[in-house]
């Protein structure tokens, strides 16, 4: 039987020609498994017009390890064995890490570019100086949807030079590539200026699939009937189709009638559906040999040359009375049989699979001892070759059950990927090897480590690494020192998952058997300085602060600086003035990609900390600084809890548009560590209660209880303090009381008066409700003894509250009206719009106490239009009713608020979601952003008070909003 001819094609094989005949291109080629990418790709480098280029084609490997890359290291690799006439520049020192078997032929290593994206890059221009030297013309990338993810940003980097140094042709699966891949980048939109071309094929119909079938049969015809039940069958595939009649072939189910191939028997059609199936049926039908042959490729997964795939390969011994020959001649009678029989395809002296359906299939079926043997053959074979395929060992070794040799490659390839700055293929195989129940207890601290967890994100993936880590000292097999290095380790883990009080104990087991001179020592006491849990006072944080400074001064500078930005974090959330004067140390721009990493972290807590304080612009700044740098630098973690803290500050600032689209966003996003994603929550349910919204008192609750849980102490004080004024205005003194005991005294016992900026003014209204004016006033002086002299703008503003909240109960309406608006002032220098407009109302109803209306009417007046304009519409309906009351018109301005109803953009979603429509389906539709379209599904939900999609579309329906 012949190989199947090039069928139905023509068209796209022109318009490939016609592409990348007209200079650089960028050519995008996809289609389901099987249908032929790859033979139109090989189709058009066979042709006339394909022959004119030098082309170099990638092939993405199914593997389960990160393959850093892999794909363009392996085919640079196949194109050219020595780089001694390439006349490389000084850049090709960087790909030292990928070839190091050019190690005598490469230029020295460059210096360590500045940051991670700029190695990246470096290494990015020097491959392309290969590509260019060997006089590509057209790369060629296959299966891109499997690439890793340094590959894929290579071929961004390819496609967005201009001009493009050479064609760029990719083949994909659609449906298999994963959310959130650079691929759709690609994809997605050519770049600016780009030829380019997208090309989509298709299955073949009735008329191509039997010119398929007859192209295989001597190009004698086909019966109709034939086509078309093969076509109906595999869907016109060709690879299905293709197997179909091999396998029909095989079984004498066809013949020749009346001058056309027909079956045989005119029973249903009785071939597999699934190309797996008719694939493993064929093969069941070949020798020994040949079989042991294909199950090495399935092995072996990439192209191989003879000799390796002879290695792999258990030769069965000859059948009784089978042909002579030697036990070296099966081997090769074996790789005749896989070749004739079109499941096998050489190039250049490689073998591989035709396809990968066919690999997996014939993988798959492999007995699992049969595979275990065949992957430990592989990995010993390819273990003496040079140059070391880390990524491969890795694989070969894992699944042969090898451990030990797994674990030492695993390593390595993580190394590597780390010196290519790529981050996300080294946490991956790191955090791999740390949650294998064979890891030996004494690795784990080492392999933490090395772990970016600036890139590491999933809390599943942290607590699967918790476990390990505990497991590795529950196991009792290490030394005292070598288990404190482990509990150093839990300890950095358990910080980055917001778990601090089970962070706090593993520190003080840790320091206590570290080497006191030790960076890891000095690290865990920097941390000790941090005010995380509720009892210990500020005096014992600071004299940990200063053990770890004493320790830092004999530390290289990289760790100094570590160190450094722990200090300023601890003495800023400490409310000591001195960590502002050390904070311009964190202000500079990072030498290099690890120096990054503790500045992105600076800037990043330096903006936290300028909220807290009420230095609202040195806040926006210094989380715009570490944006850029997360940014620039793949740091993949940073940016959930940027946005965070930016939704925290637009809060205080009165930027309240879109702000309960992107909380409700942030709160829902696992890849956000817990207590980041609470700070989400406690800002929506801030919005729901200036809204009126039963459910604010829900989310103060929740965060109130979860941070408590975690340990994170100086997040307390806000939600008590705002779960505290819900409930005295709904009378309930005493619950309000009770919800601000603990974290007044919690505050009082620790001297951190920085948190209490909304917690004292809440604390002394429900002292003062309830008739405790002396203890109030001892409250307001304990606060302002630490306000005294300190520039932090919101503890200041809040102290000015509450002595006007004094003021009102000691000394009457009319001082207490100038204290209010002595309130407003300090509010309006940070700014915080609501409050001040909040200490205004306080203001109104003073000077009417006092008899002044003429000065307060006109002032409420205004207050009401501010309110409502900024969208606190309890606060707005309040002082609307005080105007009414005094007969006086309250006239609205500015956009229509739609309040409890569907705003028109909230209603067309809503219609759509009804219909069964995800978010990202609805966003393609209504050309929007799938975040904008969940903010508002979101919103519609809360404006109808049901809590799931479901749920969402039933209301709409029962309400009429949708028919």
């Not at 967005?160 to 691929?183: C, E, K, M």
């Not at 490689?350 to 992957?375: G, K, M, N, Q, T």
């Not at 030990?404 to 590597?416: G, I, K, P, Q, S």
Request: glycine fraction near 8%; hydrophobic fraction near 45%; include cysteine.
């Amino acid at each position: 039987m012949a190989a199947p001819a090039f069928v139905g094609r023509a068209a796209e094989l022109a318009a490939l020609q016609r592409a990348l005949a007209q200079g650089p291109a960028i050519v995008l080629v996809e289609g389901e498994a099987g249908v032929g990418k790859s033979r139109l790709l090989r189709e058009f480098l066979g042709s006339p017009a394909g022959r004119e280029h030098r082309s170099l084609v990638a092939w993405c490997p199914p593997f389960r390890e990160p393959y850093t890359l892999g794909p363009i290291v392996d085919a640079v690799r196949q194109a050219t064995r020595r780089i001694r006439g390439l006349r490389l520049s000084g850049l090709a020192g960087a790909l030292r890490p990928l070839f190091p078997e050019w190690a005598d032929e490469l230029p020295p290593a460059p210096d360590p570019p500045e940051d991670a994206r700029a190695a990246r890059h470096l290494l990015f221009r020097a491959l392309a100086e290969v590509l260019d030297r060997l006089r590509v013309s057209v790369l060629a990338v296959e299966d891109v949807h499997w690439a890793d993810e340094a590959t894929l940003e290579f071929l961004l980097f390819l496609a967005a030079r201009h001009p493009p140094p050479a064609s760029l042709v990719v083949t994909y699966r659609a449906n298999d590539v994963p959310p959130g891949s650079l691929l759709l980048r690609l994809s997605a939109r050519l770049p600016t200026g780009a030829k380019g071309l997208r090309l989509a094929v298709g299955p073949l119909d009735v008329a191509r699939t039997g010119a398929l079938v007859s192209s295989m049969l001597d190009d004698e015809p086909v019966s109709p009937a034939l086509a078309t039940l093969l076509q109906q069958h595999t869907d016109g595939i060709p690879l299905a189709v293709e197997e179909s009649v091999r396998l029909l072939h095989d079984r004498a189910d066809l013949t020749r009638r009346d001058g056309a191939w027909v079956r045989r028997r005119r029973t249903e059609l009785d071939v597999p559906p699934t190309v797996r199936d008719a694939v493993l049926e064929r093969v069941a039908r070949l020798s020994g040999p040949a079989r042991a042959v294909l199950r090495a490729a399935a092995v072996l997964s990439v192209p191989a040359d003879e000799a390796t795939l002879g290695a792999v390969a258990a030769v069965p011994p000859p059948r009784p009375g089978g042909p002579a020959g030697g036990p070296a001649d099966r081997p090769a009678e074996g790789l005749a049989e896989a070749l004739a029989c079109g499941l096998l395809r050489e190039d250049g002296g490689r073998l591989s699979f035709r396809h990968v359906l066919a690999c997996r299939a014939v993988y798959e079926a492999i007995p699992a001892p049969d595979r275990r043997a065949a992957h430990l053959r592989a990995g010993r074979a390819l273990a003496v070759r040079t140059p070391l395929s880390v990524s491969q060992l890795a694989r070969h070794f894992r699944e042969a059950g090898d451990v030990t040799t797994w674990m030492r490659y695993a390593e390595r390839a993580a190394d590597l990927a780390l010196a290519a700055a790529d981050e996300s293929g080294a946490a991956s195989l790191l955090y791999d090897l740390l949650t294998h129940p064979r890891l030996a207890a004494y690795d784990a601290a080492r392999l933490v480590a090395k772990m970016p967890f600036s890139s590491f994100t999933g809390d599943r993936r942290f607590r699967e690494m918790v476990r390990a880590l505990r497991s590795a000292l529950d196991a009792g097999t290490m030394s005292p020192e070598q288990a404190a290095e482990t509990r150093c380790q839990l300890a950095r883990v358990l910080l980055v998952m917001e778990e601090f009080e089970a962070a706090r104990h593993e520190m003080i087991k840790a320091v206590a058997h570290l080497s006191p001179g030790s960076h890891s020592a000095a690290r865990m006491m920097a941390y000790l300085g941090w005010p995380r849990e509720s009892s210990t006072p500020v005096a014992t944080h600071l004299r940990w602060l200063r053990r770890a400074a004493g320790v830092a001064e004999s530390l290289p500078p990289l760790d100094r600086m570590g160190l450094l930005v722990e200090r300023v974090t601890a003495l800023l959330m400490l409310g000591e003035e001195e960590g502002w004067a050390e904070a311009s140390r964190l202000c500079g721009d990072p030498a290099g990609p690890d120096e990054a990493r503790h500045l992105g972290k600076g800037r990043l807590n330096l903006g936290d900390a300028a909220v807290r304080w009420g230095r609202y612009a040195e806040a926006a700044g210094h989380l715009a600084a570490a944006e850029a740098i997360a940014e620039r630098h793949g740091f993949r973690r940073y940016p959930g809890i940027i946005q965070a803290t930016r939704t925290h500050l637009d809060w205080f600032t009165g930027r309240w548009r879109g702000l309960a689209g992107r909380v409700a966003a942030l709160a829902d996003d696992d890849e956000i560590q817990p207590v980041t994603r609470l700070e989400a929550v406690l800002v929506a349910g801030l919005l729901d209660a200036a809204a009126g919204d039963p459910a604010a008192a829900g989310r103060f609750e929740h965060v109130l209880a979860e941070t408590r849980r975690r340990g994170a102490a100086e997040l307390v004080a806000e939600p008590a303090a705002a779960l505290c004024r819900l409930l005295l205005a709904r009378g309930a003194v005493g619950e309000a009381l009770l919800v601000t005991d603990e974290p007044v005294r919690q505050v009082a016992d620790k001297g951190v008066w920085l948190w209490a900026a909304d917690l004292v003014p809440a604390r002394t209204q429900a002292l003062v409700t309830a008739g405790r004016v002396d203890e109030a006033a001892g409250l307001v002086a304990a606060f302002a003894g630490w306000v005294r002299g300190r520039p932090a703008p919101a503890p200041r503003a809040g102290l000015a509250l509450s002595r006007a909240v004094l003021a009102e109960a000691r000394t009457g309406p009319g001082p207490a009206a100038a204290a209010f608006a002595r309130a407003a002032d300090a509010w309006q220098r940070l700014p915080r719009p609501y409050d001040v407009l909040l200490a205004q109302e306080r203001r109104v109803a003073c000077l009417l106490a006092a008899g002044a209306a003429e000065e307060a009417l006109p002032l409420a007046r205004k207050v009401a239009q501010e309110l409502g304009d900024l969208g606190a519409r309890t606060a707005a309906e309040r002082v609307a009713g005080l105007l009414r009351d005094h007969r006086v018109e309250v006239r609205g301005r500015g956009r229509r608020g739609y309040g409890d109803e569907l705003s028109p953009r909230e209603l067309k979603v809503v219609r759509l979601l009804a219909t069964g429509m995800t978010n990202r389906e609805i966003a393609v539709v209504l050309s929007r952003s799938p975040k904008t379209v969940a903010a508002q599904v979101n919103s519609a939900m809360r404006k109808l008070g049901v809590r799931s999609r479901t749920a969402l579309a039933v209301s709409a329906v029962e309400s009429g909003l949708v028919s």
